[in-house]
């Protein structure tokens, strides 16, 4: 161990734990997903298109007869037992990761009504993915482990040799075809969030990130990235 550094670190669930200013990271982590889940909401509301997971989530939870929110949390239930073959091990953001934004989105979106005019729509949407950038920013930079979506596509890379966009590029495409085909919502935002999530979480992750101990890299640790951030 050395001195905090102010950067992503490579860690172990273990290492997570002990890289100092836990509980700050754990505030930090749960305002991020809290956030998540409201901006989630957001744009289901704002009902201009959602980004290809969120398309998956709704298409699924059209029929099934589960809320949005315990689709999401399903959902991140089985991609973190796709985990095991891959060889992954979660850390505790993770599986707060998994649980906590389904029941953040279900409970915004038991209080917050869609709007009906075209202008407050594009506000909600607007406005949501802003948010949901800061909340990614904000779950990433707390250090506790990527969410069972980031860790999917990483571990999936490790393992097969192929690029991280190429596999990426390859779920997303995957989870939007089947979730379009089920009835989720495509449109304007999948577009707006596709070109604006990574450049929001790039901007605001270096006031995000909360600086640590720096341990030894763990040769099997994989990094969140901004491009599929928060889930």
Request: glycine share 12%; net charge positive.
């Amino acid at each position: 161990m050395t001195r905090p550094t102010r950067s992503l670190q490579p860690m172990t669930p273990m290492q997570q734990l002990r890289a100092g200013r836990l509980p700050r990271r754990l505030v930090q982590l749960m305002v991020g997903l809290t956030l998540y889940g409201i901006s989630m909401s957001m744009i289901i509301q704002a009902a201009l298109g959602l980004d290809p997971w969120d398309v998956f989530h709704v298409g699924v939870a059209l029929h099934l007869p589960m809320s949005i929110g315990v689709t999401v949390i399903v959902v991140g239930v089985a991609v973190l037992l796709a985990w095991i073959p891959l060889r992954q091990w979660p850390g505790l953001g993770t599986v707060a990761n998994a649980i906590w934004i389904g029941v953040a989105t279900d409970w915004t979106l038991s209080w917050l009504d869609a709007p009906s005019s075209l202008w407050v729509r594009a506000v909600f949407l607007v406005a949501g993915i802003v948010l949901n950038g800061l909340a990614g920013a904000l779950y990433i930079g707390a250090q506790l482990g990527p969410g069972p979506r980031d860790g999917l596509m990483t571990g999936l890379a490790h393992r097969t040799g192929l690029s991280l966009r190429l596999v990426r590029t390859s779920l997303e495409v995957a989870v939007l075809a089947i979730g379009w085909l089920l009835g989720g919502g495509v449109g304007l935002g999948t577009v707006l969030y596709a070109v604006g999530i990574g450049p929001i979480v790039q901007h605001l992750m270096p006031w995000c990130i909360v600086p640590v101990t720096d341990p030894t890299p763990s040769p099997s640790g994989h990094l969140p990235t901004a491009s599929r951030v928060g889930k």
